[in-house]
């Protein structure tokens, strides 16, 4: 499976972006995939993740409220709808996926060592 997000770019505080995450291989259905972000000398943080049918999602705190993420089983895409963007979600965005779903839950889809794949990021900045 070969990851591609897209859709970053510089927005003004308050307002959308939307990303999108393209797999390849015919096992996207099969994959929970996540959201994370890393911020300039910080670790790499858990956004969101979503299960294989898209009906259930996970979103840190901070994020809660403000962002959605879907998937698109047919497209093979995972998006990630940024909405009241803050300067503190400034950060570059990977997308990832978990091939062999063991679990459910905060606590699992949250850990980075969950995931198999990942893409290259998308760079996201949110100028004040």
């Known amino acids: 499976v070969q990851l591609q997000a897209s859709g970053g770019g510089l927005v003004q505080a308050g307002g959308s972006l939307r990303l999108s995450c393209a797999a390849s291989?015919?096992?996207?259905?099969?994959?929970?995939m996540g959201w994370f972000r890393q911020a300039p000398g910080k670790e790499r943080e858990f956004v969101a993740a979503i299960r294989l049918t898209g009906r259930l999602a996970y979103y840190a705190d901070s994020v809660k409220g403000r962002f959605t993420i879907s998937r698109d089983n047919a497209e093979n895409t995972v998006y990630l709808q940024m909405n009241s963007l803050k300067p503190e979600d400034t950060a570059v965005y990977f997308c990832?996926?978990?091939?062999?779903?063991?679990?459910?839950?905060?606590?699992?889809?949250?850990?980075?060592?969950?995931?198999?794949?990942w893409g290259p990021g998308t760079l996201v900045t949110v100028s004040s």
């Open positions: 291989g015919r096992t996207f259905g099969s994959l929970v």
């Open positions: 990832a996926a978990d091939r062999s779903p063991t679990s459910w839950g905060l606590e699992y889809v949250r850990k980075t060592s969950t995931y198999d794949y």
